[in-house]
């Protein structure tokens, strides 16, 4: 079964720093890229970082541009997302997904939820 | 960024009804790289379409996808009971960026 399991969410004082993991089953995860995308509560969903198969290519959404940094290790089927300088407004649900055909996320984790809070 | 603005916001229709949703973008999207998601409460995204008109694995025939430029539309052509859900279209140019969503309810 293709899988994606994401850990690490919690709570953060504003400042301070998480990292995400996803671990990855099911498929051949060194052939995808991949995306972490969130969503506040009670909001829509925000792309926040994507990151090539062979972390040739990292983007990121201009919100967190300079505070994150996504990683992979294609040897242990994960995908990590480190979050510094953390604010209110990172509050969210973060998921993990897979870049599908033709750019689409055709494969979501269940989420893990980080919340910002003094 | 290519902005993705949704409407109707909110869709009241009885099962068995047509829905049709709209995603218009700021500027013109690619076809190959307009999808769409449904999203239950508690729950994570399901690809639903790709490539504005593909259907995913799995996906029922009445989920069609169409649109070109800057307007795309999802259909379902008769409601289910578990149709009833948020519907957030995407596109992947430079960077993605997803619409703010449609709530499909019960009427």
């Known amino acids: 079964e293709v899988q994606l399991v994401e850990s690490g969410g919690g709570l953060v004082k504003p400042g301070g720093s998480l990292r995400l993991s996803c671990a990855a089953s099911?498929?051949?995860?060194?052939?995808?890229?991949m995306n972490w995308v969130r969503q506040a509560p009670g909001k829509g969903l925000e792309w926040v970082s994507s990151i090539s198969s062979s972390s040739s290519y990292i983007y990121y959404a201009d919100s967190v541009k300079g505070r994150f940094t996504i990683s992979r290790d294609n040897a242990k089927n994960s995908l990590y997302l480190q979050m510094n300088s953390l604010r209110a407004e990172d509050t969210a649900v973060y998921y993990c997904?897979?870049?599908?055909?033709?750019?689409?996320?055709?494969?979501w984790g269940q989420g893990t939820t980080v919340t910002v809070s003094s | 960024e290519i902005v993705l603005t949704q409407s109707p916001g909110t869709l009241s229709l009885s099962p068995g009804e047509r829905a049709t949703l709209s995603c218009r973008a700021s500027?013109?999207?690619?076809?190959?790289?307009l999808a769409w998601y449904q999203q239950k409460p508690g729950q994570a995204p399901r690809l639903l379409i790709y490539?504005?008109?593909s259907r995913a694995t799995g996906i029922p025939d009445r989920f069609s996808g169409s649109g070109s430029g800057t307007d795309f539309t999802l259909t379902i052509s008769r409601l289910e009971p578990e149709d009833f859900a948020v519907y957030y279209c995407q596109q992947y140019g430079s960077s993605p960026t997803f619409g703010q969503g449609t709530k499909v309810e019960i009427k």
């Open positions: 997904a897979r870049r599908g055909s033709l750019g689409s996320m055709d494969v």
């Open positions: 099911g498929f051949t995860f060194s052939s995808y890229s």
């Open positions: 490539g504005a008109s």
């Open positions: 500027q013109s999207v690619s076809s190959s790289y």
